[in-house]
């Protein structure tokens, strides 16, 4: 844990279609029969891991008490569905038109009144003691309305076999200042919340198509919701070209559209403003340094040295300093040696994978 202790072993919406209503007074009946229930929420739009998942979910030493899938609009509707017949009444398969996974991820928090929700996406994985683990925590802490763990990275990436937080690490306690400053960064199929909060802010926001888990985490901390996390790596998240949110352009995009919405619409202290605004820059800034790369590799060597300038004014770096004076002095070669290096380096991605 990271607020209070240290982390265990290491440390109006409702008219809009998927979105939760804002929750007013509740009934109290309902919420004493929702309480210390579980609801598992899948959103699924391509079938190709999902019996993998619901496996990975059946699973679990603390058994949810509800699996929701929501298809949203998926081109394997059959898929899907033959893959939750697979079991029984144990899975609910919900079916919507193609809105994007934050309407995806609203249905399902709306299917049910369970107390916690525990987000996992299709193409993840749950290892065994992940429910225990998380419920656990949150029950043993009742001021804290989210907790998310490490996880294991598996698939076609430079990345695999390392922990998330080893390339996106979570310092220190996770407040609205750390995650403007993406000091912590939440792994959104190691979220176990509840479902009150979430519901509070108006779920997920249907307008954003990358990254709505971040602009979540953001209006949730802002609301009031203490967040925390442990270094325990209990969920297997896996990369593979369906699911790539891509090249490193896609990377700082997400965050970056986040950030620039929260700086727009957020009342934010003057702090927190610096914070965010500095962000913004570094992103920027690395966002230039990728278009110069593409650029490059397409040959478009003007394009590439206005990008790699737009980089540097984000600071020194020799490396950049570097690309711009051979695209002065060799354009072609600078290209030639570009590719050489990033065809390497896709020649040793090979799939690593980890036994639940």
């Known amino acids: 844990m990271s607020t209070k ?25 309902a919420d004493t029969m929702a309480r210390g229930r579980v609801a598992a929420v899948i959103p699924v739009f391509r079938a190709g891991f999902l019996v993998q998942a619901l496996q990975s ?6 058994p949810p008490d509800e699996v929701i899938v929501v298809d949203d609009g998926s081109p394997d509707r059959a898929e899907i569905a033959a893959a939750v017949a697979r079991f029984g009444n144990r899975v609910t398969l919900v079916e919507q038109a193609n809105l994007g996974a934050a309407a995806a991820r609203n249905r399902g928090m709306t299917a049910t009144n369970a107390e916690f929700i525990a987000l996992l996406d299709a193409d993840d994985e749950w290892f065994p003691a992940f ?26 990436t430079g990345l695999a076999g390392q922990r998330f937080m080893q390339s996106c690490p ?12 993406q000091r912590c ?5 190691g979220v176990v919340m509840r479902r009150r909060a979430a519901m509070d802010v108006g779920g997920f926001d249907l307008a954003i198509r990358r990254g709505q888990d971040f602009d979540l985490w953001l209006r949730m ?19 593979h070209d369906s699911n790539l949110s ?57 394009k590439a040295r206005q990008e790699f300038m737009r980089a540097r004014q984000g600071g020194f770096s020799w490396k950049l300093s570097a690309a711009l004076l051979g695209l002065r002095i060799a354009p072609h070669l600078m290209r030639r040696l570009y590719l050489r290096r990033a065809a390497s380096l896709m020649s040793h991605l090979t799939p690593v994978r980890h036994s639940l």
Request: proline share 8%; charged share 20%; aromatic share 4%.
């Open 221 to 239: 901390a802002h609301h009031g919701s203490q967040m925390d996390f442990t270094r325990q790596p209990l969920v297997l998240r896996r990369v």
């Open 246 to 302: 891509g090249s490193a352009i896609d990377e700082q995009e997400r965050p970056l559209h986040v950030l620039e919405k929260a700086v727009g619409t957020m009342p934010l202290s003057p702090q927190q403003l610096d914070i965010a605004q500095e962000r913004i820059r570094h992103l920027r800034s690395t966002l230039a340094r990728e278009h110069g790369k593409e650029y490059l590799r397409q040959g478009d060597f003007s």
């Open 57 to 62: 979910v059946m699973r679990q030493t603390r």
């Open 185 to 189: 960064t939440v792994l959104l199929s």
């Open 170 to 181: 979570s310092v220190g306690p996770v407040t609205l200042e750390s995650l403007l400053a």
């Open 131 to 156: 429910l225990e683990e998380q419920l656990a925590a949150l029950t043993a802490h009742p001021h804290v309305d989210l907790i998310y763990c490490d996880g294991l990275i598996t698939g076609q």
């Open 5 to 29: 202790q240290p982390p265990r072993d290491f440390a109006d919406s409702a008219a809009v279609p998927g979105t939760p209503p804002r929750t007013g007074a509740s009934d109290p009946h």
